[in-house]
Each structure stands twice: as structure tokens, then as C-alpha cells.
């Protein structure tokens, strides 16, 4: 494929941010007397902030306003991304790597585009991005096409040109969905997800199998 632009996800693929998400889940669990159910994180892996947090609730039996919740929540993990979560294996070299080749990114999270530009600005990457789409900024979240169809429009790349890299299953279902070429960057949260992907990667370092990438160590 002649590569030209990619669309990330950003938990589980640019960040290591799912144990944090989990813990921010406990927490919020237990403040209502529960333990947080194993099952969760498959169920809300992927999902829109305002539907997840509706999911966590009904299978903890949760009391309250979810708007109430999803807020407590999202200021835990602001903590958390502001300093604790850490990048996944070779995301710094490798994005570094790709701007220098003139490869156009974007991300498209469930997470709150606030929380993700943090981070971003945190590690000093986000001007190799061109925006943030978040699943705020659409009706349909995954594994809905709404989210990777609006990155798509503010690359300006033919489909063909483009892959999405996702984690999550209800991400490479939506990549699928868009009519973009889905790449599962593996990982033991969805071990079936591949079969919905063309490729996969363990690592960013891999999509130099991609593009004729220069992966020369970048500093920070």
C-alpha cells in the first residue's frame, strides 16, 4: 500500500492508558459499593464515553446521574494522563519517524479530545497531528463509521491511501465499516479481534512494514 495517512486510536495503541481506565472504573464502582465486574472492560472497550459509562452502570446496578459519573470519571483519568500513563512500546520514535516521512495523522478516540490533547502536548507530539476527532464529536460512536469518516475528511486522503490502526473490536468493526483498511495493533483485551483486520502490528515500530518509513531513533 502507498501509505499517506493514518488514523490512530489513542488508548491501548499510542498510550498504555487501559489498566488506568480500569482503575478510574474501580474506583468509581466501589464508591457505590460494588466491586468492579472482570467482564466491563471487554464490554465498554472502545465504546463513546456517554455509553460506556450508562453500560458500567447497569451491570454494577449503579444509582445516580451517568452525566454525574461520566464527569468523576473523566477527572480521575485527567489526573491519570496528565502523569502517570505512560506510551506504548516505540509510539515516540515511531511518530516522530512517521512526521519526518510526510505521513498525515490524526486520532480518533472515544475519549474526550481534552484528555488526548493533554497527553499529547505531555509527550511533545501533538504537532505531528492534525486534530483530535473524539466521539463527542459525533452522533454514532464505535463500531459506528461516524468517527473514522469525519478523520477521514480533515486528512483529505483518498481512502486507499489511508489505514486506521485500532485495538479495540468495536474500532477495526468501524474502520471496516468506513471502508478503511483496519490494522489490528494486538493485544489480549479482544484476541479474536484480527479476524476483522487486514493486517496486524504489536508494535508502531512495525509500520515501517507500511510506508518506506526512516525509523531512526528520534530524541525526545
Known amino acids: 500500500m502507498n501509505i499517506k495517512g493514518i488514523i490512530f486510536d489513542f488508548d491501548g495503541v499510542i498510550v498504555d492508558s487501559e489498566p488506568f481506565w480500569e482503575k478510574a472504573d474501580s474506583r468509581l464502582v466501589e464508591a457505590g459499593g460494588k466491586k468492579l465486574i472482570p467482564e466491563v472492560k471487554k464490554s465498554v472497550m472502545g465504546m463513546k464515553q456517554s455509553d460506556s459509562i450508562k453500560v458500567i452502570m447497569k451491570m454494577h446496578g449503579l444509582s445516580g446521574d451517568p452525566e454525574e459519573l461520566m464527569k468523576k470519571r473523566e477527572l480521575m483519568m485527567e489526573e491519570y494522563y496528565s502523569n502517570e500513563i505512560p506510551l506504548t512500546h516505540g509510539a515516540f520514535e515511531s511518530i516522530k519517524s ?52 469525519k478523520a477521514l475528511s480533515l486528512l483529505a486522503l ?63
Open 158 to 220: 483518498p481512502k486507499s491511501e489511508v489505514v486506521v490502526i485500532e485495538d479495540s473490536l468495536p474500532g477495526l468493526k468501524g474502520a471496516r465499516a468506513a471502508g478503511i483498511t483496519p490494522v489490528w495493533f494486538r493485544n489480549d483485551h479482544h484476541p479474536d479481534a484480527g479476524i476483522h483486520a487486514d493486517m496486524e502490528i504489536e508494535s508502531l515500530e512495525e509500520l515501517k512494514h507500511l510506508a518506506v518509513i526512516d525509523f531512526s531513533p528520534a530524541v525526545p
Open 98 to 149: 512517521l512526521g519526518r516521512a510526510g505521513i498525515k495523522m490524526i486520532i480518533a478516540s472515544s475519549t474526550p479530545a481534552y484528555l488526548v490533547e493533554s497527553c499529547l502536548r505531555r509527550f511533545r507530539l501533538d504537532e505531528f497531528f492534525m486534530g483530535v476527532v473524539s466521539g463527542n464529536d459525533v452522533e454514532h460512536g464505535k463500531p459506528a463509521p461516524d468517527i473514522f469518516l
